[in-house]
């Protein structure tokens, strides 16, 4: 055989045995003979005939079967010319069921992180009409879980996955700015699908809108977590009401203060103003810009807090009441970027630190935020 051609699953093997009535013994594979096997599903050369990059290691490459998909999964975002390797004909490759019920599992496992787009919009759309824009940024995603799903023989997920991507073909022509309506309905009935065939990949929770409402709630003036508890107990905690419920209808059935409940839809709509979407987050720059801007505004107000503090006249006694009203304000609006991107346990710990600690964090998040984004790939 020539070597540049990938070796059979069976040339790799272990000898199979027999039972006691002659019969082969299943054949048990290791992590490289599955590896070698991912490959001819996958139409790549196996990692153990390709040359090694580092001739010195003092120890083996780590190259396992997530590697393979992980490189599939970038593979399958890029166009190619290339020719597709496929296996050599002949009953000594084909693998068994129980090998393929390994490589899918780790498949799903390795899908979660190429899903977070997917997972996002279907937050968003399960909340409230959402911005066409999620179209444009899961369908990436979409594609290279079929392209994968084909090669592992996944013929549900496959149709499944089709189904969504015709859907959005449909919504391009027929929506304008929103999904809205029926065809959002169905869009979560196809999502609905395709999460029951890969649920360890695509289940969502559903925990960041009350924890967006009862932070926006908090930077209204006037609003305590006695107004937060009497606007829960009348029903009104979801964003929806918020957004669409008039002040008349708010007061009324909650019993608050009718310019209260003005200052409130005015904070919601400024807040459904400045982002496209209103769970979670569409573009991740657009996040780290804004949660980069915070970090500054946080800085200064803290700063001109410290000045305040150390003066004693009456100026300096209301300046420092102002700044600390303006710097919880700001900090809970850096907790709902922090939740839209998906880091409710950060904000958790955060919580609990003194401002100038929470300050230090944000910063340095904040830093490091935009040192990755210069370099992420889409979707890595």
Not at 27 to 54: C, K, N, R, W, Y
Not at 148 to 175: H, W
Request: aromatic share 4%; charged share 30%.
């Amino acid at each position: 055989m020539d070597a540049s051609q990938p070796r059979p699953l069976a040339e790799a093997a272990p000898s199979r045995g027999t039972d006691a009535t002659g019969a082969p013994l299943p054949a048990t594979f290791s992590d490289a003979d599955l590896e070698m096997e991912l490959s001819f599903l996958v139409g790549a050369a196996p990692a153990t005939e390709q040359p090694l990059q580092i001739a010195a290691a003092s120890e083996p490459l780590p190259g396992d079967l997530a590697d393979e998909l992980d490189a599939f999964f970038d593979a399958a975002r890029q166009p190619s010319d290339l020719p597709v390797s496929l296996p050599p004909a002949g009953a000594d490759v084909v693998t068994t069921t129980g090998d393929l019920d390994g490589i899918r599992q780790l498949f799903a496992e390795m899908a979660v992180p190429y899903m977070r787009p997917v997972r996002d919009f279907m937050l968003e759309l399960s909340h409230t009409d959402s911005s066409i824009s999620w179209l444009e940024a899961c369908e990436p995603a979409l594609e290279a879980l079929r392209a994968t799903s084909r090669q592992l023989d996944m013929p549900d997920l496959c149709l499944a996955i089709d189904g969504c991507l015709e859907l959005f073909a449909t919504a391009k022509t027929v929506a304008h700015e929103r999904i809205a309506g029926e065809l959002r309905a169905e869009l979560l009935a196809r999502f609905s699908r395709l999460t029951e065939l890969l649920p360890e990949a695509l289940e969502v929770g559903g925990g960041r809108e009350p924890l967006i409402v009862q932070l926006i709630l908090l930077q209204v003036p006037g609003v305590h977590k006695r107004t937060v508890e009497k606007l829960t107990r009348a029903g009104v905690h979801h964003l929806d009401a918020f957004l669409y419920g008039t002040p008349d209808e708010i007061a009324a059935v909650a019993d608050i203060d009718l310019v209260l409940a003005t200052r409130i839809t005015e904070k919601f709509r400024d807040y459904a103003s400045r982002f496209r979407s209103l769970i979670t987050q569409l573009e991740p720059q657009e996040e780290h810009a804004a949660l980069a801007r915070l970090v500054a505004q946080l800085r200064e107000q803290d700063t001109a807090f410290e000045r305040a503090r150390a003066g004693w006249s009456k100026e300096d006694v209301l300046d420092k009441r102002r700044l600390r009203r303006d710097r919880s304000v700001t900090l809970k609006e850096i907790y709902v970027v922090l939740i839209r991107l998906g880091e409710g346990e950060r904000v958790d710990l955060l919580e609990k630190l003194p401002v100038r600690r929470q300050l230090e964090e944000l910063e340095s998040l904040a830093s490091d935020a935009a040192r990755r984004a210069r370099t992420r790939l889409p979707f890595a």
